[in-house]
């Protein structure tokens, strides 16, 4: 009974999150524009990054996050699946990404995939309803082949497309429930983001199939808008008070309790059962003001005509998205203590693109702090936070400047269609550093007994 009470607390909170950003919607005004904006979102390629804010306005975008997040929550209900701290993983990632690259459309080929995969294998579509939502990793191309495949230009919606979107998501519905249960033996499940692997090695095969192999023209994108710091900030400073008020009126002794959490190191553990609904809401409080105030003070650093220059992050649809799937894993592993590190690895790798340029070493500066690559990077490097719980700051240091200097070169391997990017590279870093990590370094916990044996 309790793993009940916590699974429909859990989808609640959830639901009250969707509900959330369609209210939103409704007040980041011009709702004049708020349905012929979400109507380009839904029928345009989504190739990341596609700032939904540019693409369809700020309501437009909120709007279709909220319906995604929506459509997770009936997932989750008619399928009677068992939420968990994964659940929220995955929920938070789909709602992420429906500000910059996924959205009600490019979504349902995955679930219907992975729906199909349960029939083949004569198990519940609710056992398997959280690999639904992580199969989504892949939106882009369904997308794709909905509207400008093989070509450059949009062409619309075709039957031949529909087929083709249908095809990809049973084969990616099939093929990633198999891989997410092989991947953490890649990372050891020092990479939160467990399933940014299994989608980047699958996008790369992908993207051979549909683009590389045929000798196929690849599109791009790099439109981005100006974003709404105002409005982003107001809306989920909001939410996130309400998480930690939330906590705090379930369970008067939650905020005590939250330091229990807070010495958690994070690895393969759900917050949700380990300590609690109320405390895990604390954390969403407290972790997502953590965030927004990183965003907020974040700069990045250059030189222009011999002056010190710092840039403030925008607020674009990406942005705002990265907040939301950097979120993700609030109820499984990720605390403001564990990210820290990681945040100060970005800054000092961010030290490196600067000094080769001011040294005259290269023309121009590749990246900076709040380069939106890098902003949106940053979201999935927090899924190393394990390492630095379990190993200790330094090393969540390196694992963060490890990832900084990565993440913006691993989009070669499947050029812009996984959206799991930084997922993909947190594995990566992770497979780097782990084996020698084991073979040279005692965990913060070994040190400690080592201590006290002496």
């Known amino acids: 009974m309790k793993e009940k009470d916590t699974s429909r607390q859990i989808l609640l909170i959830l639901t009250f999150f969707s509900a959330a950003l369609i209210v939103g919607a409704l007040c980041a005004g011009d709702l004049g524009n708020l349905i012929p904006g979400f109507v380009r979102i839904i029928t345009r390629p989504a190739q990341f990054t596609m700032d939904y804010f540019k693409l369809g306005g700020l309501g437009s975008a909120f709007l279709n996050a909220g319906l995604v997040g929506l459509a997770c929550c009936g997932l989750l209900y008619f399928t009677k699946a068992n939420c968990t701290g994964l659940t929220v993983a995955a929920f938070w990632l789909n709602v992420g990404f429906g500000t910059f690259g996924s959205n009600i459309v490019n979504i349902l080929p995955f679930f219907f995939g992975v729906w199909v995969y349960s029939r083949i294998k004569k198990v519940s579509f609710g056992s398997v309803a959280n690999q639904a939502m992580f199969a989504t990793a892949l939106a882009p191309f369904a997308s794709e082949l909905l509207f400008r495949y093989p070509g450059l230009q949009t062409r619309g919606f075709s039957i031949a497309g529909l087929l083709m979107a249908l095809v990809l998501g049973v084969f990616v519905g099939c093929v990633m429930p198999a891989l997410n249960a092989h991947i953490p033996n890649f990372h050891k499940g020092y990479d939160l983001y467990s399933a940014g692997p299994a989608a980047g090695f699958l996008a790369f095969f992908v993207y ?127 605390q403001p203590r564990t990210v820290f590190p990681i945040m100060i690895g970005y800054a000092l790798a961010s030290l490196v693109p600067f000094l080769f340029y001011t040294s005259g070493l290269v023309e121009a500066q590749k990246w900076t702090l709040t380069t939106q690559a890098i902003l949106v990077g940053l979201c999935f490097a927090s899924g190393l936070a394990p390492i630095s719980g379990q190993w200790g700051f330094i090393p969540g240091v390196i694992a963060g400047f490890m990832h900084a200097l990565m993440v913006m070169n691993v989009p070669l391997w499947h050029g812009g269609f996984c959206l799991y990017n930084g997922g993909f590279t947190a594995g990566i870093v992770a497979f780097l550093m782990i084996p020698v990590l084991e073979s040279f370094f005692k965990t913060v916990e070994q040190k400690r007994r080592s201590i006290e044996g002496r």
Do not use: E
């Open 208 to 334: 051979c199939l549909l683009y590389l192999g045929p000798g196929l023209p690849v599109p791009t994108n790099t439109d981005l808008g100006d974003g709404h710091r105002a409005f982003v900030n107001i809306f989920f400073m909001i939410v996130f008070s309400l998480c930690f008020l939330a906590g705090w009126l379930m369970d008067k002794s939650s905020i005590q309790k939250y330091r229990d959490l807070w010495k958690s190191d994070g690895y393969k553990t759900d917050f949700t059962a380990v300590f609690g609904v109320p405390v895990t809401l604390i954390n969403m409080g407290v972790y997502g003001w953590f965030i927004l105030l990183y965003y907020n003070l974040v700069h990045g650093m250059t030189m222009v005509d011999g002056s010190l220059v710092f840039t403030a992050a925008k607020f674009t649809g990406a942005t705002t998205g990265a907040i939301m799937c950097m979120y993700a894993f609030v109820a499984q592993g990720t």
